[in-house]
């Protein structure tokens, strides 16, 4: 069965990264676009993930997991090579509202990351499951080429203006518009 792709506000959501190697690394700079909530938990923490914390204003704790480390957060995302301890926080999560993410682990994942183009606003995510991160990585390439980086601005005047405007057909037709003459400019 495939994930349900979902877009969710993290703003105040609590994470955790259990790991701080170069798998960890590319979680974290995912999670980094969305929110500064993070802590981090790993005996031993690589110089590029350690300058992430840093630069971010993360939480470390520089030691191994222990059980019940995971209770007082959202959203905990496993990225080590030990599959016990992917198993051992997935099975601990069961029961709470904790979703889990076991990297290369989908048997211990409530959820997957997929790979995405973020322009301002404008967030297209892309998935095969988990059956190829490969082909999820050179689809995003193709998207990221195809769409102008002039979007996030295109959007902010899109915001801007759907709160000076009352609802209804006019208004509708009137984005619509908007919208066809940015396509037909900017995607030949």
């Known amino acids: 069965m495939s994930f349900f792709?979902?877009?969710?506000?993290?703003q105040n959501?609590?994470?955790?990264?259990?790991?701080?190697?170069?798998i960890a690394r590319e979680k974290l700079e995912k999670l980094l676009d969305f929110t500064k909530e993070i802590t981090v938990i790993a005996r031993e923490v690589n110089s590029e993930v350690h300058r992430l914390i840093e630069d971010n204003g993360l939480t470390l704790y520089q030691r191994a997991y222990k059980q019940g480390d995971s209770e007082r957060f959202d959203i905990v995302i496993v990225a080590t090579d030990t599959v016990d301890l992917h198993k051992t926080i997935y099975e601990e999560s069961r029961g709470s509202r904790t979703l889990v993410n076991s990297v290369d682990d989908t048997a211990y994942c409530d959820f997957i990351f997929p790979s995405y183009v973020q322009k301002g606003d404008l967030t297209i995510a892309f998935s095969t499951g988990g059956a190829s991160p490969a082909f999820a990585k050179q689809i995003r390439r193709h998207?990221?080429?195809?769409i102008p980086d002039s979007v996030g601005t295109f959007l902010q005047k899109m915001k801007a203006l759907r709160t000076t405007m009352p609802k209804g057909k006019a208004r509708m037709q009137y984005f619509d518009g908007l919208v066809e003459?940015?396509?037909s400019k900017h995607f030949k």
């Open 13 to 22: 959501l609590k994470v955790l990264v259990v790991g701080a190697g170069s």
């Open 5 to 10: 792709p979902l877009y969710i506000d993290m």
């Open 181 to 183: 003459a940015y396509f």
């Open 143 to 146: 998207f990221e080429n195809v």
